[in-house]
C-alpha cells in the first residue's frame, strides 16, 4: 500500500550532487547541456536511461538506480490519473 508520492528523481538528483558544484559545471561534466540538467533539477523532465548511466558514472550509484525512481514516480503520477477501463473478455 502506497502511503504518499514518490519524489520526483531530480529532488533526489539535489541532494547527491555537491552543494558547491553548478548545474553549469555538472552538465559539463555529464556532457548534457545545462537546460537538460536543469530541466531534471527542477522537476520538469525525467531521467532518461542515458542519463541514469552518466549519473550512474558520475555518482557512483548502480545501473538503473535513476530509472528505478523515475519508474516509481511515473507510475505513481498514472494512478492518479487512471481510470478503470472494462477487462477484455476471455477467450474459449
Known sequence: ????????PGE???EYLPENLT?????KHLGVT???LSRI??????ISAEMDLLLSDALGTSA???????VQYDIWQAKQ?????ARFPQVA
Open 12 to 14: 533526489v538528483l539535489r
Open 64 to 70: 538503473g538506480f535513476w530509472s528505478r525512481l523515475q
Open 23 to 27: 548545474i553549469t559545471d555538472a552538465s
Open 34 to 36: 545545462r537546460a537538460a
Open 81 to 85: 490519473r487512471y481510470h478503470h477501463i
Open 41 to 46: 533539477l527542477n522537476c520538469k523532465a525525467g
Open 1 to 8: 500500500m502506497e502511503m504518499h508520492a514518490p519524489v520526483h
